[in-house]
């Protein structure tokens, strides 16, 4: 699917969705898919996050489109990151819930509220048939009823855009950070991770990455290029979960954070000069992390790149091939 048809399909989804076909799609995507100590306080810096990705169908459709991987831009000067460097930190502060008396009409990412924060699907996947492996306590039952017009009062404990069901904690995950739903349809499993990635400080890539559990926990590895991704090829690539791979994890760790902007992003998803990895950790959860040239990755659609260190990235990316 190129990026036109995911314009298409995507307006037509928004448009036409109901709460009751929200659980089959959410079944569908998931077929288809503080070590940092800072030695000095500095100024943090905030960004604003939103459950409202874009102000109107015509702008969420491509900032979806680009969150779930995107390109990188012009080179620029990459300081050298080591793990005794310390950044100014990025503050995202918890999810601004909608207003629904503003006659937006909003696109969301598939949510949960859970303790009063709401977790958004996450980057990383899971396979029903391993799910029950990581499932932990129950947490409760989600009600449907989150849509697009949705007024902030109706974002009650355990309410949801995925319909009814079963939400657990995920064995070896702080509950703070990652919860899971369950569903079992004709005897078959499915899970799905969502993750709470806002009302958070990260001062370097481990404060987010690390919460992941990649480091030492590779089992193994693939890569996809841009025009394979762009194009639904799934041209996956071999990935040795070697040391090159944990040199890169953990310059990941002890990397930069740079909040996102608006100009950040339509320069980086302007280019494909991009790569995607997915590591499929012990615990057989499967993470997806998007590469730019340039020297930066993101994880999923949490509103923060981190820029590696120039000589660690470029001896991974080159070692990744075209």
Known sequence: MNEEQFKRNY??????????????????????????????K?????????????????????????QLSGPAAPATQVAQVTPSASFDPVVIPKMELPDSKNGVKAAMLQLVVYQGNVYTQ????LDGADALALRGEKLGTTTGGIHELSD??????????????????VNGYDTNFRIM??????????????????GITIGSGEDLIGKLHLEGNVASAQWENFA?????????????????????????????????????????????????????????????????????????????????????????????GE
Do not use: C
């Open 122 to 125: 996450s980057a990383t996947s």
């Open 42 to 66: 500095r100024k943090p810096l905030y960004i604003a996050a939103s459950v409202v990705i874009a102000a109107s169908v015509g702008l969420a459709a491509p900032s979806i489109w680009q």
């Open 228 to 320: 394979s991704w762009n194009n639904g090829l799934q041209q996956m690539q071999l990935l040795a979960a070697d040391k090159s791979l944990n040199n890169f994890i953990s310059a990941l760790y002890a990397a930069k954070p740079i909040a996102t902007s608006p100009e950040l992003e339509e320069r980086l998803y302007g280019q494909e000069d991009r790569k995607i990895i997915y590591l499929t950790l012990e615990d057989k959860t499967n993470v997806q992390l998007v590469l730019f040239g340039e020297g930066l990755v993101r994880y999923g659609n949490v509103p923060v790149f981190f820029e590696i260190g120039k000589g660690s990235f470029q001896a991974f990316w080159n070692n990744l």
């Open 181 to 198: 739903s369950y569903t079992e349809i004709d005897g078959k499993g499915y899970a799905q991770l969502f993750d709470q990635s806002n």
């Open 152 to 169: 902030k009062n109706e974002y009650t404990e355990l309410a949801s855009n995925i319909g009814e069901a079963d939400i657990y904690a």
């Open 11 to 40: 307006k037509k989804a928004v448009d036409h969705m109901k709460t009751s076909d929200q659980m089959k799609k959410r079944i569908e995507q998931t077929l288809n898919t503080q070590r940092h100590e800072q030695k000095r």
